[in-house]
């Protein structure tokens, strides 16, 4: 069954400190992959997608990820936290050999960044 | 500027009753989408829509319903069968295809009393 997972409900860091937000997807078929943010009572903002080519991909407020199709994974980096980037951060994936035309959405981790 | 704009911000409903969710874009997207947001559950699709006049139940549609007569206009209406509508509900919408992603508006946080 195809399906997201993000490791961790809550993540903190100290300011300065390396953010590491985790994605698996569980799919035969490689997917397209987005991170989004949501600061509270707001809805969500894209900071980057993957779809075809560079696996490597950079996104807004200094984020990117990394594309791997062994691993099936889409993990989240900055390599300085500020305390700006405490939100909660969902992944989302638009599986490919489905007739479903949405995202799906991981279950988001809260990522708290302390001075 | 374009986006999309979801009202009420908030809405508090009696039990038994239906209640209707606005969602409208100026972003001429083809597709649109609502999701319900519950703590620790992530988004679950509740309905979506590619073009007007067509719409496909997502994975929790019992209980909600959605019409699409124009492009720019997606409203949900929460039915008294839904048992447990209290949630935070975002409305998203796309220029069509999987490349690209959703612009979500702002929310709206229906709250059964």
């Known amino acids: 069954a195809q399906s997201v997972t993000q490791l961790g409900s809550h993540v903190s860091v100290s300011e300065g400190a390396l953010v590491l937000l985790r994605c698996n997807y569980s799919s035969s078929v490689p997917p397209y992959l987005f991170w989004y943010v949501q600061y509270p009572n707001q809805g969500l903002q894209l900071l980057l997608k993957?779809?075809?080519?560079?696996?490597l991909v950079k996104g807004i407020n200094g984020f990117e990820a990394e594309f791997k199709k062994s691993e099936t994974s889409f993990h989240l980096t900055k390599p300085s936290a500020h305390m700006s980037d405490a939100a909660e951060y969902f992944c989302?994936?638009?599986?490919?050999?489905?007739?479903?035309?949405?995202?799906?959405f991981g279950s988001g981790t809260r990522l708290q960044v302390q001075p | 500027d374009g986006g999309i704009t979801q009202s009420p911000k908030y809405l508090f409903r009696k039990e038994g009753q239906n209640v209707t969710l606005s969602c409208e874009q100026n972003?001429?997207?083809?597709?649109m989408y609502w999701y319900r947001q519950d703590p620790g559950q992530g988004l679950r699709l509740i309905y979506y829509s590619q073009i007007v006049n067509d719409f496909q139940k997502g994975d929790i549609a019992e209980g909600y319903s959605v019409s699409r007569e124009k492009k720019e206009s997606f409203p949900l209406t929460v039915t008294s069968a839904q048992k447990n509508p209290t949630a935070f509900y975002l409305c998203?919408?796309?220029?069509?295809?999987?490349?690209?992603?959703?612009?979500f508006g702002s929310g709206t946080r229906l709250t059964v009393v």
């Open positions: 989302a994936v638009s599986f490919m050999d489905t007739g479903r035309r949405a995202l799906t």
């Open positions: 972003l001429n997207h083809d597709a």
């Open positions: 998203a919408s796309t220029a069509g295809g999987r490349v690209y992603g959703y612009t």
């Open positions: 993957y779809t075809t080519g560079a696996t």
